[in-house]
């Protein structure tokens, strides 16, 4: 159940302010909540709005996340290590589990930014936001997993990371091993003999703290040019000035520009990314151009033995192309449109990697150019 209302009120003639509440009941999960929200919007003078807000946001779990443990699609784990003891998670069974003890994601968000329209048909926008995650609900990957019950280990004994040594024998991973027997997981299950992993269970968990900045920016222009017809260019771009989150081990870990491999705790994250569009309509004619750009980014996280990755993934141009003939009275009075489209133009590959799957499949896909029709009409 859920109750939303908002007032406008007008400060002055060029000043206005938004005040937003929406309370949530989730009476099935035993959760309620309410997020307020604060807004104005400034226009000092003609062509310049400036606008600000501030909010909460919360995040219920997904019921199928709630509930009493169980183990439920269980898949071979493709890759990893255990801290423990050195050793691959390679073939590990990965078993996803419902946690009881799921609790709300909750979320402070302010925003300040800008629009001009100085010029005639010329709009830019220049926003800053940062989102502060409490609570975080993630789910973590087996390697996740397992690193938890390792730093809670290191923790336990008093040993820094720095100074663990998993060679069998040492005193470091004896003491380890002694507490993880001493202290059953109900996450992470071992070889009563060898110490080997021999099964994880995934669940999504209230992990930890995640704070993002980012820089937004957006400029649109449309002109008409003779009997050419109408030109529209738009350039959209997003810089991550600040991501950071609180590691398994406590540490605060910046997540820009790297691939962020071995972790649920953060999606592989280039600096910059932009698209740039570009269109045109004359009569029943229109076409676009499409221009994705994705930055750079470290190389991290396991590979396959005997090979040699590369310290950087190389920033991408990734075009796609339409065009479109808008149809009317063609058969039985029909109308409609038909559109010719070419998905990646140039037939931009992803740079192959030493790893599962051969690339970075989080944010590239391997499918190369790909040529489409589609037809669309109305009887």
Known sequence: RAVFAELEIPVLENLSMQIAARYEDFVDLDLDNTSPKVAFRWEPIDNLAIRGSWGESFIAPEAADVGQFNRTACVNNPTGTDLVTGEDLLGVLS?????????????????????????????????????????????????????????????????????????????????????????????????????????????????????????????????????????????????????????????????????????????????????LRTSWRNGNHAASVLTKYTDEFTFDGTFKSGTTPPAVISDSYIVNASYTYFFDNFLLDTSGSVTFNVVNLFDWEPRRLPVQGGFESRLYDNFGRIFAVSLDFEL
């Open 95 to 275: 078993c996803a589990s419902k946690n009881p003890a799921l609790a709300p994601e909750d979320s402070d968000i302010w925003n300040v930014g800008f629009t001009w329209e100085g010029i005639e048909n010329l709009s830019i926008s220049v926003d800053y936001q940062e989102i502060e995650y409490t609570d975080r609900i993630v789910t973590l990957s087996a390697q996740d997993v397992t690193n938890q019950q390792f730093f809670n280990a290191l923790a336990a004994i008093g040993v820094p990371r720095a100074d663990y040594d998993p060679t069998p024998g040492s005193a470091s991973r004896d003491a380890a091993l002694a507490w993880v027997a001493a202290n059953p997981s109900s996450t992470v299950f071992r070889d009563p003999v060898s110490d080997r992993v021999t099964e994880v269970v995934r669940i999504a968990d209230n992990i930890n703290t995640n704070i993002v900045d980012v820089l937004d920016v957006t400029a649109r222009y449309s002109f008409d040019y003779s009997n050419w017809g109408n030109f529209d260019v738009a350039l959209n771009a997003s810089y991550y000035v600040t991501y950071e989150y609180a590691g398994l081990d406590g540490v605060l870990i910046d997540a820009r520009g790297r691939r962020n491999a071995d972790t649920a705790l953060s999606p592989p994250l280039p600096e910059l990314v932009a698209t």
